[in-house]
């Protein structure tokens, strides 16, 4: 089977770095995504790791290890708006993409 | 601009009834997928289609069926709805080619089955 897992909340203060964990258990795993959603809304992208490394776009970056079958996604200087939900998904052999069940993020001032 | 949307964006109806959900996206992609998310589940893959005239069952299909015409539609249709299949029902869609990691999702559908 396929799962993956990721704490379901965090809390932070603004100005903090905070990261959120994902390990999953796959076949044919091709990368981990990461993404946002706020307040019920649609979710967006944020990062993809395919290799194993680091990934940065701006505040926030991305990491992978294939041989821990384990990412995490680290966000910088929090922001108020920065309080939401995050998914990790991997992409699965057949190109779908696998979601955990969510962290919920709270930055508080 | 490309966009995806979703209609309608609230929907109550009664346990019984077919129900079908639209989704629209102009971004010419040929993948699109149909999500639920309920509290504690994350978002789960309904069905999902590579292209016209292909659909493929997703982790929770059962009372559910897809079918895609044309690239731009790929309508969710609930067969005979249950209070069970209330949820939040979002739409993707990602290239056919390289990005397939990088989904744009619509809106969401809220549907309330009575």
């Known amino acids: 089977g396929q799962s993956l897992e990721q704490p379901s909340e965090v809390t932070a203060v603004e100005g903090a770095i905070v990261q959120i964990n994902c390990t999953y258990q796959t076949s044919g795993f091709y990368g981990l995504s990461w993404y946002q959603q706020h307040d019920g809304g649609a979710p967006t992208f944020l990062s993809y790791n395919a290799l194993d490394g680091l990934e940065e776009t701006g505040r926030f970056s991305s990491f992978l290890s294939r041989s821990d079958s384990y990412g995490y996604l680290l966000l910088q200087e929090l922001q108020m708006k920065d309080s939401a939900s995050y998914f990790c998904a991997v992409r699965d052999r057949g190109g779908k993409l696998i979601f955990g069940q969510g962290t919920e993020l709270s930055v508080k001032p | 601009d490309a966009e995806i949307t979703q209609s309608p964006r609230h929907k109550i109806t009664e346990t019984g009834r077919q129900v079908t959900l639209a989704c629209h996206q102009t971004w010419n992609h040929n993948n699109m997928f149909w999500y639920r998310q309920d509290l504690g589940h994350g978002l789960r893959l309904i069905h999902y289609s590579y292209g016209v005239q292909d659909t493929n069952k997703g982790e929770v299909s059962d009372g559910y069926s897809v079918s895609r015409s044309n690239t731009e539609d790929l309508p969710l249709t609930l067969e005979s709805a249950a209070s069970s299949q209330t949820s939040v029902y979002f739409c993707?869609?990602?290239?056919?080619?390289?990005?397939?990691?990088?989904?744009?999702f619509g809106p969401g559908t809220r549907l309330l089955v009575l």
């Open positions: 993707a869609s990602s290239e056919g080619t390289g990005r397939w990691e990088t989904q744009y």
